[in-house]
């Protein structure tokens, strides 16, 4: 059944938002499972397209899950018979590729579908398969599939990836926590996506030194596999800076609920830089509107820089700034798909190369729009919040893949959101 979202403009919001896990922590941490030698429990899970295709992909493994409550879900993952990942579940999500180092490391071979092409980008897994052979793997593709055989079992190397990789850090990291020897990881990403992995391997007996910095020393378990303790996810930081925008874009007093703010150091800073006033507590924050939105320059980098998954968020934001923003897309090629929509709705933007400049303090009206890829979709939705009329948001399948009880947490905040079927 296809969707689309009427988003209502020129709405007030006001309240609380209780910020779900993050789907970027939880779907390495489920693929983490394949390590485990007992069931798990994990809690504050996303309820998101994406952990269900995961989910899906352990089950086809022979692994099986309880759904405890509404976010805790139950792995058991001793049972698992099989090391194909095939391409009728990887196609639909790439971080399924995430089940390639742990499935090596534990059966000595495994089968892993090519991930294919990205709305948003080349994203190869070039660096994944190269430090596997560094730790002894050998790999060949054959008919779309990543073909790896180990069968003394992988062995500590030393890798420094050519450049940060967020799930090739994961890969790699969740492969030596298994492996014989000690594998030393030098420009790893920083992400806390990434260092959740580390610290529930840290949990589970793995000698890993640095966690949080680009260097890792980690010492395997000679093949053995771990005593994985239950654990919580950690918020969703993205989903956090997404209802951040959605404060600000329409000058409301928001509070976000269960966030982590050292996460969004960047995001905040960026924030009270255009003028908007935030306090923050151990978990909340709130936003306060500003008498005006200031333009803002904006590039994307790694963390603990800029986020490239808000920077589509921010130039919706941007068009509502009195005067000129430039934002620098640094780590996609193709992360201006959403430009194209917002200009449907009456936005200023100048696209060069990697660059958008976009002319603040401009009257959005409503208008049918397509949604690109997941953050694109988030960006048209504030857009439509401050935009003239009603708003129709399609293909919104690519926010069920990140964004929890989306219409029933807008509603909460007083947006006028219906989905309805096409």
């Known amino acids: 059944m ?8 020129k709405q007030k919001l006001s309240g609380s938002v209780t910020i779900s896990g993050a789907k970027n922590a939880a779907l390495p941490l489920l693929a983490l499972t394949l390590l485990s030698k007992r069931k798990i429990t994990i809690s504050n899970i996303p309820q998101v397209a994406d952990v269900k295709t995961l989910l899906q992909l352990l089950t086809n493994l022979g692994a099986s899950f309880t759904n405890k409550d509404k976010n805790i879900v139950e792995v058991d993952s001793t049972t698992v018979n099989s090391a194909c990942a095939n391409y009728d579940i990887v196609r639909k999500m790439r971080a399924s590729i995430l089940t390639l180092g742990p499935l090596l490391a534990r059966f000595g071979h495994c089968e892993v579908s090519l991930p294919g092409g990205c709305a948003i980008g080349q994203r190869p897994i070039d660096l994944h398969l190269k430090a596997l052979e560094q730790m002894g793997a050998e790999i060949e593709i054959k008919q779309g599939y990543v073909l790896a055989k180990a069968p003394k079992g992988l062995k500590g190397a ?121 306090d923050e507590k151990e978990d909340t924050l709130t936003i306060h509107p500003a008498e005006k939105i200031l333009p803002s320059d904006i590039e994307t980098t790694e963390y603990p820089g800029f986020p490239t998954d808000l920077q589509a968020q921010f130039m919706a934001l ?46 959005l ?53 219906e989905r309805l079927e096409e």
């Open 365 to 417: 009206n409503a208008a049918d729009v397509m949604a690109t890829d997941l953050r694109a979709s988030s960006a048209l939705i504030l857009a439509a919040l401050v935009a003239e009329g009603t708003t129709k948001i399609h293909r919104i399948y690519h926010l069920d893949r990140g964004y929890e009880d989306l219409e029933g947490k807008f509603s909460k905040l007083g947006a006028r959101i």
């Open 318 to 363: 941007c068009t509502q700034a009195k005067g000129t923003s430039i934002i620098d897309e640094r780590l996609f090629e193709n992360r201006f798909m959403h430009v194209s929509e917002l200009s449907r709705m009456g936005a200023n933007i100048k696209l060069k190369g990697h660059s958008a400049t976009v002319e603040g303090k401009i009257k």
């Open 158 to 278: 030393t890798i420094i990836f050519d450049k940060v990789t967020v799930t090739g850090s994961e890969n790699i990291i969740m492969a030596a926590a298994l492996a014989h020897g000690t594998t030393t990881l030098f420009n790893v990403a920083k992400e806390p996506e990434v260092v959740q992995v580390c610290e529930v391997l840290a949990e589970a007996g793995v000698s890993i030194e640095g966690i949080g910095t680009s260097k890792l020393v980690i010492k395997g378990s000679g093949g053995k596999l771990l005593d994985i303790p239950d654990f919580r996810v950690i918020p969703d930081r993205i989903e956090a800076g997404t209802y951040l925008c959605a404060g600000a874009i329409t000058k409301s007093k928001i509070t976000l609920k269960h966030v982590n703010p050292r996460h969004l150091d960047a995001v905040i800073l960026k924030l009270e830089q255009m003028g908007f006033k935030i």
């Open 2 to 9: 296809m969707y689309y979202l009427a988003i209502e403009g």
